[in-house]
Nanobody, 125 residues
Framework: QVQLVESGGGLVQAGDSLRLSCVPSGRTFSIYAMSWFRQAPGKEREFVARIRRSGGITFYADAVKGRFTISTDTAKNTVYLQMNTLRPEDTAVYFC??????????????????WGQGTQVTVSS
């Protein structure tokens, strides 16, 4: 089994930056790719960004392109989400997710095998 632990959330003002971290443990060799999703109150969980765990290929939701960057540090076994120029509409619980396979439907929550508990990001105007 795999456990994912997120950290780095908090309360910031519009225009500020935050960096989220996700550390997997357990049978981590089974993970092919890692993603970040977010869920705002009363809304469905939505895709934010994805990276192949070995690094390289990335995908982003249109709403965050140019502001957010997903990266991986294999030495630290950590996946990051650098969030710049934050907006109030970025307020949500951010979840880390792990996928055991290549997927073209990477934006769908059903494709993922592992989930973290989430970390709250609140952006005030």
């Amino acid at each position: 089994q795999v456990q994912l632990v997120e950290s780095g959330g908090g309360l910031v003002q519009a225009g500020d930056s935050l960096r989220l971290s996700c550390v997997p443990s357990g049978r981590t060799f089974s993970i092919y790719a890692m993603s970040w999703f977010r869920q705002a109150p009363g809304k469905e969980r939505e895709f934010v960004a994805r990276i192949r765990r070995s690094g390289g290929i990335t995908f982003y939701a249109d709403a965050v392109k140019g502001r957010f960057t997903i990266s991986t540090d294999t030495a630290k076994n950590t996946v990051y989400l650098q969030m710049n120029t934050l907006r109030p509409e970025d307020t949500a619980v951010y979840f880390c997710a792990g996928d055991r396979k290549y997927s073209r439907d990477y934006a769908h929550t059903g494709e993922y095998d592992y989930w973290g508990q989430g970390t709250q990001v609140t952006v005030s105007s």
